[in-house]
């Protein structure tokens, strides 16, 4: 529940602190004495629009501060462990600064947060029922969101969500593939045809550099034929070669070593020498010999590079990055083969969401239908308290299956009420009465209140233009509520306000250079003059204060 509220700078308050208890509080005052200002100060902190305005005149900001006990509210708690935002004491404290410029920042807990957060964290902590509901109630959106909400659909909901979403997202794509279809055959044959070709080609890795080896030796073989032969003949086969020249040198240093030690380490070289030439005119040997003078190989090499060439023209792309490009077309049929593309297929799996979808759709139905009847019974039993003897209240849900698929499911859901005995039911936009349709919203409202579960429930003067016994019968209904929850009631009616556990009177403060508003809570007898002042106005006699107390008592 809400304990405590800090406000500074906002509208026309300066400075408030108020604490707030547990049970039916009532906020009453004169008119125009700012006792709205306070639920509207609770609706910013949980993530209403703010604007300038709202920053009191000559002020640079307006600082809002809420303290929500949330031992008992499970749901919150979990948002805010999620969010990395939980607090040790099990207290949720909200912050919500708003420049003179409209700018705006705010805080769960001290972490920064967006106005996103607080309405999703303040839609689990409080509900708001303001005095222009039945404006709301009007339209067919809101009437489908109280239902829902009455019979607590929202698990139902998220089912039919999800699979309203699967069966779109599979009918947008066999719409799209359809339209393709065509486009898509002569995709998937052009594919073939070039994986085919690219196939048949069979190119290998570094083939093309090999080619080109090849092609140069097998282009040059006569050349490098004749330059190895007369490298093996200078080396080894001549007469003097290298090597007998080397011999006898060697032969003739070797002798003069015997001499003169120092000539061993060029003998050394010269051996060394000699063996290398040795091994050099071998390996020229034997290359001359290896090579083949091969036209019918050379025109096939040829042919074998002019055909790599020629495809790697017609893709655009380097010789050595054919194997490549075929990957690509392969991979790319795999996926226009699969699936995603196999349009009988795909309609299969449609027709299948599509039936998930009907059954979520009527899983949901099936519970509006009956929350419908408990709360029609309930809205036509409080009409009957509320002064409308005789009155009716149906809500009809017909399940339209030809109708397109909606995310909210396939309901169409109307709010219809005979005011009278007698009178057939009619559509509650149809209602001409605004005082009937003020009572009926209010019937709704605390009657859709009784399944809320939220800790906190704020009524904004929803008593508009009812009285008497009526007005009693509504502070018993907000009292009961508040027997198990917080309620906050702004009222101008003292059968309301006597009804309430804590009674706080807001007031209008005003100065020489400004007004600004005031709040106190009121002791018993404070609560005396207060709904006196409510009973009979500006001059309260001693009747007025008789009946007050009476109505206290």
Same mark, same amino acid.
């Given at each position: 529940?809400?304990?405590?509220?800090?406000?500074?700078?906002?509208?026309?308050?300066?400075?408030?602190?108020?604490?707030?208890?547990?049970?039916?509080?009532?906020?009453?005052?004169?008119?125009?004495?700012?006792?709205?200002?306070?639920?509207?100060?609770? !609706?910013?902190?949980?993530?209403?629009?703010?604007?300038?305005?709202?920053?009191?005149?000559?002020?640079? %900001?307006?600082?809002?501060? +809420?303290?929500?006990?949330?031992?008992?509210?499970?749901?919150?708690?979990?948002?805010?462990?999620?969010?990395?935002?939980?607090?040790?004491?099990?207290?949720?404290?909200? #912050?919500?600064?708003?420049?003179?410029?409209? %700018?705006?920042?705010?805080?769960?807990?001290?972490?920064?947060?967006?106005?996103?957060?607080?309405?999703?964290? /303040?839609?689990?902590?409080?509900?708001?029922?303001?005095?222009?509901?039945?404006?709301?109630?009007?339209?067919?959106?809101?009437?489908?969101?109280?239902?829902? *909400?009455?019979?607590?659909?929202?698990?139902?909901?998220?089912?039919?969500?999800?699979?309203?979403?699967?069966?779109?997202?599979?009918?947008?794509?066999?719409?799209?593939?359809?339209?393709?279809?065509?486009?898509?055959? &002569?995709?998937?044959?052009?594919?073939?045809?070039?994986?085919?070709?690219?196939?048949?080609?069979?190119?290998?890795?570094?083939?093309? $550099?090999?080619?080109? $080896?090849?092609?140069?030796?097998?282009?040059?073989?006569?050349? +490098?034929?004749?330059?190895?032969?007369?490298?093996?003949?200078?080396?080894?086969?001549?007469?003097?070669?290298?090597?007998?020249?080397?011999?006898?040198?060697?032969?003739?240093?070797?002798?003069?070593?015997?001499?003169?030690?120092?000539?061993?380490?060029?003998?050394?070289?010269?051996?060394?020498?000699?063996?290398?030439? =040795?091994?050099?005119?071998?390996?020229?040997?034997? @290359?001359?010999?290896?090579?083949?003078?091969?036209?019918?190989?050379?025109?096939?090499?040829?042919?074998?590079?002019?055909?790599?060439?020629?495809?790697?023209? %017609? @893709?655009?792309?380097?010789?050595?990055?054919?194997?490549?490009?075929?990957?690509?077309?392969?991979?790319?049929?795999?996926? +226009? /083969? *699969?699936?995603?593309?196999?349009?009988?297929?795909?309609?299969?799996?449609?027709?299948?969401?599509?039936?998930?979808?009907?059954?979520?759709?009527?899983?949901?139905? %099936?519970?509006?239908?009956?929350?419908?009847?408990?709360?029609?019974?309930?809205?036509?039993?409080?009409?009957?308290?509320?002064?409308?003897?005789?009155? =009716?209240?149906?809500?009809?849900?017909?399940?339209?299956?030809?109708?397109?698929?909606?995310?909210? *499911?396939?309901?169409?859901?109307?709010?219809?009420?005979?005011?009278?005995?007698?009178?057939? +039911?009619?559509?509650?936009?149809?209602?001409?009465? !605004?005082? &009937?349709?003020? #009572?009926?919203?209010?019937?709704? =409202?605390?009657?859709?209140?009784?399944?809320?579960?939220?800790?906190?429930?704020?009524?904004?003067?929803?008593?508009? /233009?009812?009285?008497?016994?009526?007005?009693?019968?509504?502070?018993?209904?907000?009292?009961?509520?508040?027997?198990? #929850? =917080?309620?906050?009631?702004?009222?101008?009616?003292?059968?309301?306000?006597?009804?309430?556990?804590?009674?706080?009177?807001?007031?209008?403060?005003?100065?020489?250079?400004?007004?600004?508003? !005031?709040?106190?809570?009121?002791?018993?007898?404070?609560?005396? &003059?207060?709904?006196?002042?409510?009973?009979?106005?500006?001059?309260?006699?001693?009747?007025?204060?008789?009946?007050?107390?009476?109505?206290?008592?």
């Amino acid at each position: 529940m809400l304990t405590h509220i800090h406000i500074r700078d906002f509208a026309i308050i300066e400075t408030l602190d108020l604490e707030l208890h547990a049970g039916m509080t009532a906020l009453t005052g004169e008119t125009g004495a700012g006792k709205s200002i306070l639920l509207d100060a609770i !609706g910013l902190v949980l993530g209403d629009k703010a604007d300038s305005n709202t920053v009191r005149h000559g002020a640079d %900001k307006a600082d809002l501060t +809420l303290s929500v006990d949330i031992t008992q509210t499970p749901f919150a708690r979990d948002w805010l462990e999620t969010q990395g935002m939980e607090h040790e004491d099990d207290t949720c404290i909200l #912050r919500r600064v708003i420049t003179a410029q409209g %700018k705006s920042r705010a805080w769960i807990n001290g972490s920064p947060a967006n106005l996103t957060q607080l309405r999703e964290l /303040g839609e689990q902590l409080v509900d708001i029922h303001g005095q222009h509901e039945h404006q709301s109630l009007m339209k067919k959106d809101a009437q489908r969101h109280l239902l829902d *909400g009455f019979a607590g659909n929202d698990n139902l909901l998220e089912h039919t969500r999800n699979a309203w979403q699967a069966w779109k997202k599979l009918h947008e794509r066999v719409t799209v593939l359809s339209q393709q279809n065509q486009q898509h055959q &002569e995709r998937v044959e052009l594919l073939r045809f070039q994986a085919h070709e690219l196939e048949a080609l069979a190119l290998q890795a570094d083939e093309p $550099e090999q080619l080109d $080896e090849e092609l140069n030796r097998l282009a040059n073989a006569e050349q +490098l034929r004749a330059t190895a032969e007369q490298g093996y003949a200078q080396l080894y086969d001549n007469e003097p070669s290298l090597y007998a020249i080397l011999g006898r040198l060697m032969h003739d240093l070797a002798q003069q070593a015997q001499l003169d030690n120092r000539l061993e380490p060029p003998l050394e070289l010269l051996t060394s020498a000699q063996i290398q030439v =040795q091994e050099a005119s071998v390996q020229l040997r034997d @290359y001359a010999e290896s090579l083949d003078i091969d036209p019918a190989r050379l025109q096939a090499v040829e042919n074998r590079i002019a055909d790599i060439r020629s495809f790697a023209r %017609k @893709y655009r792309t380097d010789p050595r990055l054919l194997p490549e490009k075929l990957l690509s077309i392969q991979t790319e049929l795999v996926q +226009l /083969g *699969g699936d995603d593309y196999d349009l009988e297929t795909l309609e299969k799996q449609c027709q299948a969401a599509a039936d998930h979808y009907r059954k979520q759709a009527s899983n949901l139905s %099936k519970a509006r239908i009956k929350a419908a009847q408990q709360l029609s019974a309930g809205v036509t039993k409080a009409m009957q308290q509320l002064g409308m003897q005789g009155g =009716q209240f149906t809500i009809t849900v017909n399940s339209e299956t030809q109708t397109a698929f909606q995310a909210s *499911g396939m309901d169409s859901i109307e709010f219809t009420v005979s005011a009278n005995p007698g009178q057939p +039911l009619k559509s509650l936009m149809k209602v001409a009465s !605004g005082g &009937e349709l003020s #009572r009926i919203s209010l019937a709704i =409202q605390m009657i859709a209140a009784q399944k809320v579960t939220l800790p906190a429930l704020i009524f904004d003067e929803v008593d508009t /233009g009812i009285g008497g016994g009526i007005a009693e019968v509504v502070g018993k209904q907000l009292r009961a509520l508040g027997t198990n #929850r =917080q309620v906050l009631c702004v009222t101008h009616l003292p059968q309301v306000a006597s009804q309430a556990h804590q009674h706080y009177k807001v007031t209008k403060i005003k100065g020489k250079q400004h007004t600004s508003t !005031g709040i106190e809570q009121l002791s018993h007898a404070l609560r005396i &003059e207060e709904i006196a002042r409510m009973i009979g106005g500006v001059e309260i006699t001693p009747a007025t204060r008789a009946l007050a107390e009476e109505m206290l008592g």
